[in-house]
């Protein structure tokens, strides 16, 4: 079997509950209040199952506070949303050590950082001292206060929103900060049929009330390892490697994909080939996942952006490019 890290030579047990497999039940659950937004719920999940975080870069009232709640809700984990403003403290996220006159001792108490889904909403509109608060937590799953270090519980999976009609008195997010987020990904207005849909569901009750959970914290954890496990050929690693490479050769880019970049595209498509009941890596999970992963780390040169060009046009074009492999099914 395959270890975490290194391609193996057999197929790993697929991470499926018996009868309906728990992705699709996971994914059924979500869709019960987010209509018609199919893909984007697959794709958001991809990145919880490779324990990664999400940028949701859009507009006002399209879903993405029910998104997080319903996600929180169906893997039975603790829910907290962080609004961010200008006067918003490092301390009011990661907590801060409080004087106890009683037992003459300071006590940590913790902030919203210390949940299983933590939705930042508007996280530009945070300092850069705030918004640099999240990112140990990201990285080292981990915040230090009064230089003492306290765990994040496990599992842990951020949120974050960003509003990008809005951009007074916004601090944008700089290029070392969004590489922490593995995907960032827009909801988008539904479809006229599933607004009418969703206008008849909400009628009376937020359908959010009567979701239940469909698997516990200690399942999630026990399935994010096994997604690990996914077989992924080495055609298929090249193949990751020559896109990320061609990202950073592109006549439009200043600088290309990091190499974070192409390990978030691993792990990312081996989510996406557990969510679609598949026992390996295909080129299609990866060509699936590779605009929502590379784009917002390709950074493209000034000239270019004035014709238009961005992050998702270099790697839309890269794709086409890119030979890709015929031989990746396990022997």
Known sequence: MATEGTPGQAEPAHPAAGGLPIFTRLMDNIEKVILGKREVIETILSALLARGYVLVEDLPGVGKTILARALALSIQGQYRRVQCTP??????????????????????RPGPIFTNVLLVDEVNRATPRTQAAFLEAMEERQVSVDGHPYAIPKPFFLI???????????????????????MRIAIGYPASTDEVNMMRAQRE???????????????????????????????????????VDETRRHPHAAFGSSPRGALHLLHASQALAAIRRKSFVTPDHVKTLAEPVLAHRVLVKPHSRVQGVDGKRVVEEVLRTVEVPVDFEPR
């Not at 974050?160 to 593995?182: C, H, K, S, V």
């Open 87 to 108: 006067d918003l403290l490092p301390s009011d996220v990661t907590g801060v050590s409080i004087w106890d006159p009683k037992e003459m001792q300071f006590k940590f």
């Open 160 to 182: 974050a929103t960003q509003n990008p009609i809005e951009m007074a008195g916004t601090f944008p997010l700089p290029e070392a900060q969004l590489d922490r987020f593995m």
């Open 205 to 243: 009750l937020h359908p959010i009330r009567f979701l239940k959970p469909v698997m516990d914290a200690e399942h999630l954890m026990k399935t994010q390892d096994a997604v690990r496990k996914i077989f992924i050929h080495d055609s298929v690693l090249s193949y990751i490697q020559r896109i």
